[in-house]
Structure formats: structure tokens, C-alpha cells
């Protein structure tokens, strides 16, 4: 009765009904998965850490107090210092947090590279095939025939060190893992009877890609978008532990660890807690990958939909 | 009946590295108004690439090499890509064979209904176009259409979801469907529903009717008049009646014994000896020749495509008249 009366009013939420269903179905996948649940609260807590780290912390992250350097330098982890000091008598704890923009700062950036570059290189090479796929797949296998990490080194040591070049020596590494993803992705969707049939009801070639390959190929590079972020955040800190990428006094995890190599393993927390950080982030990231991965196919949403008996 | 289609020794043949496949070598037909026209063979016959090559949905390396497409006079084979597509999915229509396939798993079966109405009619509404496509649901006799338009592919059985792809194919009311076995890859029984649905849009709407199959019994319960093919050649063509009372193609006669008849008890099935051709090295003159009992030294040339009473035609040099 309640209902039928309801059903006049045309509200909000009728009217996004299935909108609605949708995000409901996402968030029950969510709650059933607890190892995407802890990825999703690990990366809210670094996002969230990234845009205002560097506002919360107890301690100046850069700045040297000379006054109190002698005998703040070095001190284990306290009440006063969550993580410890450093040889400067820098609080880590401030010095982590602040930390974390900068890997989220070249993550993005990265990421807001290789993607497209990835995405519109992968459908055009997959799509049209012939002379521009071997183009662009050949200088994509120059890319990938040396390893990531190496190449990006080069990159980096070449541009000179700083965060900058960092993020471009990544983005430069990361791209052609995407582009061949998406080419391979749109090559087996291009030749689905969906694509085919979508052309005999005379769609575009434009319209086919945008609205029928495009996005059936996001769904896999969101998920390895997700799980790589987690890489290029360890290959952002391995650049920096060489040398390159983040400079002093910027405070970066992967020179934190370097910084404090010369005090370990005495001076254990200055390498422990950076050490941390990194270890959660990443996980988090591959947590959240694995888990969207899931979400994102609507096969398996309908799979819980019908579990629950059509709730 | 006034003709809608002819199609004028039409030739696709593929460029592979093992060779030219003359996939269909010099077909010609004609499809009359209202009528459903069968083309019959076994697989690999070339009977989907002729379907496909009437509106140039050839993809490399497949080429149209030859021949005529005649459209309501317009000639289709020479029409820009940007014409053609006016055309697909307007004027004339597809249905495929596998309908879980043929629909994009990512959107509703009321949006891909509703994006080929606004694809041919700029400016539609998608809103309008929805509700359109609600009343296209209810026509290819959907339950619950307002319901089922919501829904994912995966969530319609495969009956259904081929009448969604049928009513993606009606939803502009084409002059002609090109339906490449819609029933192969449903059960027996939801095949006879898309079939009599199939009747019953022919009549609401006058569509003409291509239907490909390989299947014998679909053909003598729909169609007007069949064409055989073997190895990217016609064969015969006659009307339905004719072809079943009277084949007269050795390959055509081979096709009908091959089918088991209910009513008649018979010890075995009579198969035809041997295999189709391969198509790059195809024998010399009637290419059935290497299977067939009839053949003797005057099927080495190529038979040509004669008719042998008003609407009967057919391609063997048995019924040339005259001697060799």
C-alpha cells in the first residue's frame, strides 16, 4: 500500500533506481571482500596523508632545529617521536607524513601520462592494425626491451636529478605496458560480432571506439592502473634511494631509507619506518587492484544480486 | 513482385599467406519484395560472406573484387563508407548468428536498441529513443519490456537476447533483414518462436527477408525461395516447393537425402562421400565434380547458371540440353 502511494511521487531516488542498485551492488562487493576493504583503507589513508601530510605534522618535516640538534639527533621512537629522529634531530614521524605527497604527487603524474598516451596508442594500433600497428608496436618493444627500473634510471640520471625528472623518467618507462594491454584488449573486442554488429547498424568508426571498445578495454587498465600505482610509488622510492628523483631536504621515502642506511641497523627506525609506509601503500594499492577488479565486472556484481535473492 | 535486391556476379575473395580464397566467385541473384529468400549450404560455402559483402562489411583480407550490388537500382558496391552506413542498419538490417555475442555485455538491451534508432535519426532524444525502444521489446514479444530494457545482456536467456538483437535489427523498419542464422545457436523450441516471430514482423512491417542457414527444416518453414551454394558458387535457386519436390543439382539432391525424414523409416542416412573443396586449390570446372556420381568429362569446364523452367535455375551440365 505504502509502496503504491510512494510510486506517484517521482522522486531522486526512483529515478536513479538503477544508478543506485549499481553502487549499492559495488559497495556489498566491497564489504564481502575484507582484503579490498583494508586496500581501499590503506590507500584512503595515504591519499588523504598525500593532500594534507604535510599540514598535520607535529614537527617542522624540514627544517633543522640547531638549537636542539645535539641531543634530539638520533633518538629512538618516544612519545615525543612516534618513529624516532633523525641524524639532524628531524621528527621521522613529521618527516613521513609530509613524505607521502611526494610519492602520491609522482604517482599521479604518471599515471595522468601512461594512461592516455597508452590508451589512445593501444586503440589505434589495435583498431586500425596494419602499418600503424607495427609502428607503434616496434617503438613500443624498443620501450619494453629493457627493464623498467634500468630504463628509468637512465632517464632520470639523464634529465638530472630531481622530482621532475623522475616523474617523467617513469611516465616514460610505464607507458608501453599500457599500450600493449589496450592493443591487445581492442584487438579481441574489435573482432566480437558486438563490434561487428554495432558497424551493420552503420555506428561510426569513431563511435564504435569511443562507445564499444573503449569501454570494454578500461576495465582491465583501471585494475593494472590500480595495482601499478603501488610499482611506480617503489620505483619512485628506488630512484630516490640511488640518488635521483627526490633531493634533500625534500622528505621521500625511498631516501629516507637511503638516508638511513648509514645508521642501521643500530638506528633501526629510521629505516623501519619509511621502510613501512612504502610497505603498506603498495599493498594497499595491489589490494584495491585485486578487489576492482571484481567490482568492475558486472557479471560478478549479479553473482552477489542473486545470492542475496535479488535484494 | 517488384525486385529489391540483385546482386550481380558478386566476388569477395581473401588474401591470405596460404593463398587467394575465392570465398564467392561470381554469385547472382535477385531477392523480390516481401519475400523470404534462403541461402542454404554448408559451412564454409561462402554463404555469410555474401550476406556480409551486400552492404561492403567486408574486413581485410577480404576484398570485394567484382560484381554488383544492386539496392532498389542504387549500386551499393559504390557507395563511400559514409553513404553505406546510412544504409546499414536503415535499409537494410542484420541479425547474427550467436545473440549473446552480437550485444555489447557493458550496456542495457534498451540502450543498444535505442542507439541504432538514434544513429539513423540524428537529433532523437536517447530519452525518446528508450521509450521507443520499450515498444520495440514489447513487438518482438518480450515479457515485462519496461523491466527487461534495464537489463545487462547476461541477464537475458538466449531466446531473449535474440530477440532483442531482432528487435535491434527492426527498430528503424529496414526494407531488408539479413538474418545469418538467427536460430543455430538457440534450443529447438525458442527456434521455432524466433522463427514465427520473424514471420509475424515480416507481415507487420513488409520487410523482405534474407535468411541464411544451413539448416533444411528452417528452410521449408519459412521461406519462398532458396538458393544452394557449394564452394562460393550458385548452385541452384528455385522457389521452396520446387526445391524440395524437384531438386535437381546432384549436391542440392545430396543435401535433402543427408536429412533424416521423420515420417519415412529408413535404415541409414545417406551422407555425401567426401569433403568441401579447399578453397585455394579449387577443382577445375563444377566444383562439386570430385563428389559427384553424375560427373563425367564435361564438368571439367565450369557449368553455367541456367534456367531450366521459369524460375528454376540451376548449374550443372546436366540439364544444359544438348550434348557435350
Not at chain 2, 76 to 79: D, G, I, M, P, S
Not at chain 2, 292 to 300: E, F, M
Given at each position: 500500500m505504502i509502496n503504491n502511494v510512494k510510486s506517484y511521487i517521482k522522486t531522486w531516488k526512483q529515478r536513479n533506481e538503477a544508478k543506485i542498485k549499481e553502487w549499492r551492488l559495488m559497495l556489498e562487493v566491497f564489504k564481502r571482500s575484507p582484503l579490498a576493504l583494508t586496500g581501499l583503507i590503506f590507500v584512503t589513508i595515504f591519499i588523504i596523508l598525500g593532500i594534507i601530510g604535510p599540514y598535520i605534522t607535529p614537527y617542522d618535516p624540514i627544517k633543522i632545529e640547531f638549537s636542539t640538534m645535539l641531543e634530539e639527533r638520533l633518538q629512538p621512537p618516544s612519545l615525543k617521536h612516534f618513529f624516532g629522529t633523525d641524524e639532524y634531530g628531524r621528527d621521522l614521524f613529521s618527516r613521513v607524513l609530509a613524505g607521502a605527497r611526494v610519492s602520491l604527487m609522482i604517482s599521479l603524474a604518471v599515471m595522468a601520462i601512461a594512461i592516455p598516451v597508452g590508451l589512445v596508442l593501444g586503440l589505434i594500433a589495435g583498431y586500425y592494425g596494419g602499418v600503424v600497428d607495427e609502428i607503434i608496436m616496434r617503438i613500443t618493444d624498443v620501450f619494453l626491451s629493457f627493464p623498467g627500473l634500468v630504463l628509468a634510471i637512465a632517464f632520470s640520471a639523464t634529465l638530472g636529478a630531481s622530482i621532475w625528472s623522475a616523474m617523467i623518467a617513469i611516465s616514460l618507462v610505464w607507458w608501453p605496458g599500457y599500450v600493449r594491454v589496450v592493443r591487445g584488449q581492442t584487438l579481441s573486442i574489435k573482432q566480437s560480432l558486438y563490434v561487428e554488429a554495432a558497424r551493420a547498424i552503420g555506428v561510426s568508426t569513431s563511435k564504435i571506439i569511443r562507445r564499444h571498445i573503449l569501454p570494454n578495454v578500461i576495465t582491465p587498465l583501471i585494475v593494472l592502473a590500480t595495482l601499478d600505482f603501488g610499482s611506480v610509488i617503489l620505483v619512485s622510492a628506488a630512484l630516490s634511494f640511488i640518488g635521483l628523483g627526490a633531493q634533500p631536504p625534500t622528505p621521500e621515502w625511498g631516501r629516507l631509507i637511503a638516508d638511513g642506511r648509514r645508521w642501521f641497523p643500530e638506528k633501526w627506525w629510521y629505516t623501519f619506518f619509511p621502510g613501512l609506509a612504502i610497505f603498506f601503500t603498495v599493498l594497499g594499492w595491489n589490494l584495491l587492484g585485486d578487489g576492482l577488479r571484481d567490482i568492475l565486472d558486472p557479471r560478478f556484481r549479479r553473482k552477489i544480486e542473486f545470492k542475496e535473492g535479488g535484494k | 513482385m517488384s525486385e529489391l535486391l540483385r546482386v550481380e556476379d558478386l566476388r569477395v575473395y581473401f588474401y591470405t599467406y596460404a593463398g587467394v580464397v575465392k570465398a564467392v566467385d561470381g554469385v547472382s541473384f535477385t531477392v523480390r519484395k516481401g519475400e523470404v529468400f534462403s541461402i542454404v549450404g554448408e559451412t564454409g560455402c561462402g554463404k555469410s560472406v555474401t550476406a556480409r559483402a551486400i552492404t561492403k562489411l567486408i574486413k581485410p583480407p577480404g576484398r570485394i573484387v567484382g560484381g554488383r550490388v544492386l539496392f532498389e537500382g542504387r549500386d551499393?558496391?559504390?557507395?563511400s563508407e559514409k553513404e553505406i552506413r546510412r544504409i546499414r542498419g536503415k535499409d537494410i538490417a542484420y541479425i547474427y548468428q550467436d545473440p549473446s555475442s552480437s550485444l555489447d555485455p557493458l550496456y542495457t538491451s534498451g540502450y543498444q536498441i535505442a542507439e541504432t534508432i538514434t544513429v539513423h535519426n540524428p537529433g532523437t532524444k536517447l530519452k525518446n529513443a528508450l521509450k521507443k525502444a520499450i515498444e520495440i521489446l514489447r513487438d518482438v514479444a518480450i515479457p515485462d519490456p519496461v523491466k527487461r530494457a534495464r537489463n545487462y545482456p547476461h541477464e537475458l536467456s538466449g531466446g531473449m537476447k535474440q530477440r532483442v538483437v531482432i528487435g535491434i535489427s527492426v527498430s528503424n523498419k529496414p526494407k531488408l533483414i539479413i538474418a545469418d542464422e538467427p536460430t543455430t545457436s538457440l534450443d529447438v523450441t525458442v527456434q521455432a518462436q524466433v522463427l514465427d516471430l520473424l514471420q509475424e514482423l515480416r507481415k507487420k512491417y513488409g520487410t523482405t527477408i534474407m535468411l541464411i542457414t544451413h539448416n533444411l527444416g528452417v528452410v521449408a518453414e519459412v521461406s519462398d525461395r532458396v538458393m544452394v551454394m557449394y564452394a562460393g558458387k550458385v548452385v541452384e535457386i528455385a522457389d521452396v516447393y520446387t526445391l524440395f519436390t524437384n531438386p535437381l543439382h546432384p549436391y542440392t539432391r545430396g543435401l535433402l537425402s543427408a536429412v533424416p525424414n521423420p515420417l519415412e523409416k529408413i535404415d541409414e542416412i545417406k551422407p555425401i562421400p567426401g569433403f568441401v573443396p579447399d578453397m585455394i586449390n579449387i577443382p577445375r570446372g563444377c566444383r562439386f565434380r570430385p563428389r559427384?556420381?553424375?560427373?563425367?568429362?564435361?564438368?571439367?569446364r565450369e557449368p553455367p547458371l541456367i534456367e531450366v523452367e521459369p524460375g528454376h535455375l540451376v548449374s550443372c551440365w546436366m540439364y544444359t540440353g544438348g550434348d557435350e
Open positions: - | 551499393l558496391l559504390k557507395l559427384c556420381s553424375y560427373a563425367t568429362q564435361r564438368c571439367l
